[in-house]
């Protein structure tokens, strides 16, 4: 179960928050950014680390961090998993995932996390059958230009290999 989820812009500003369990401090966001930003001798934090008895999980994407965190025993694959999910949900839906767009579409993201996390426990994560349940429309922002190249050469090293699906969301 996860027990609250939230996204940080690389400033450790709270874009969205949402707390579904309450077993978790309002503070975990401050601990969260701080732990990572300074972390052992400066290395980059990994994504799983405990502090005090709650487990943080995150996923950088867009410059920002999809974080999740939980006192239970979780399997972590499957939270990563979850965020990086919930990330490509985003980018579906607004274009890319960044600050900006973020905060453009807030009340369609709070509507997707109502629709995809019930109490802590994850649901569908399918963006086709979400369109079904989601009513807001959303402010589309265009990826940076770096990002449209990158796009363009994952999709033709997609392409070349066999063992990939041609509609293969991964990547």
Known sequence: MISQFFILSP???VIIRRDYLGNVPKTSTETFFRTSKFYKAGD???PIFLVDGVSYLSVKDGGVHLVATTRDNVSPSFVLEFLKRISI?????????????????????????????DYGLPQ?????????????EPTVVAPPVSSLHTA????SV??????????????
């Not at 607004?94 to 509507?111: D, M, T």
């Not at 569908?124 to 807001?136: I, P, Q, Y």
């Not at 997609?158 to 990547?171: E, F, L, S």
Request: glycine letters at 6%.
């Open 11 to 13: 400033r450790g500003d």
């Open 152 to 155: 363009a050469q994952l999709h």
């Open 124 to 136: 569908n994560t399918s963006t086709e059958a979400l369109k079904t349940f989601v009513l807001n």
């Open 89 to 117: 949900i985003i980018k579906d839906y607004c274009g890319s995932i960044s600050e900006e767009a973020i905060r453009k579409n807030f009340p369609l993201i709070y509507e997707l996390l109502d629709e995809v996390v």
């Open 158 to 171: 997609r392409m070349a290999y066999g063992w990939r699906w041609p509609t293969c969301a991964c990547g």
């Open 44 to 46: 980059e934090a990994p």
